[in-house]
């Protein structure tokens, strides 16, 4: 599961934030396999969506992130949820996806394919309400 600022995200769901305020952010794995997996790392990589194929990652100018972008885990048993938190801060106004990528350490250790299936996640930046 993902949520952004407290709100389940799918991909019918488009999460409204404010410039300038950070948005919490969480990821929820669950290990439904009969192994524990690990060590790897999850990274979430935000970009804008051109709607014509071109997807922009150049934002460090328009959004950054409370502590680091990548989490480090050494390892999620078996029937057991593993949380991560982060937050991200956004500097424009727009629409933003997020890219959760995950990088394995040792090759013959499978993560769970329904995590590589995590939903998308869309942020739209407004202006504050003042």
Not at 63 to 77: A, E
Not at 78 to 89: C, E, I, Q, R
């Amino acid at each position: 599961d993902i949520l952004v600022d407290g709100k389940l995200c799918d991909c019918d769901i488009v999460v409204d934030c404010k410039v300038g305020d950070p948005v919490p952010l969480e990821v929820k794995l669950t290990n439904w396999s009969k192994h524990s997996v690990g060590p790897f790392a999850l990274t979430v990589t935000p970009y804008q969506d051109y709607q014509n194929g071109v997807h922009n990652y150049e934002l460090q100018d328009a959004i950054t992130f409370v502590g680091s972008n990548t989490f480090y885990i050494d390892s999620v048993k078996p029937t057991k949820d593993s949380v991560y938190f982060g937050a991200l801060l956004f500097l424009y106004t727009g629409d933003f996806y997020l890219n959760i990528k995950f990088h394995e350490d040792n090759c013959s250790r499978e993560l769970p394919l329904s995590w590589f299936c995590l939903p998308s996640v869309h942020i739209r930046a407004m202006e504050p309400v003042v």
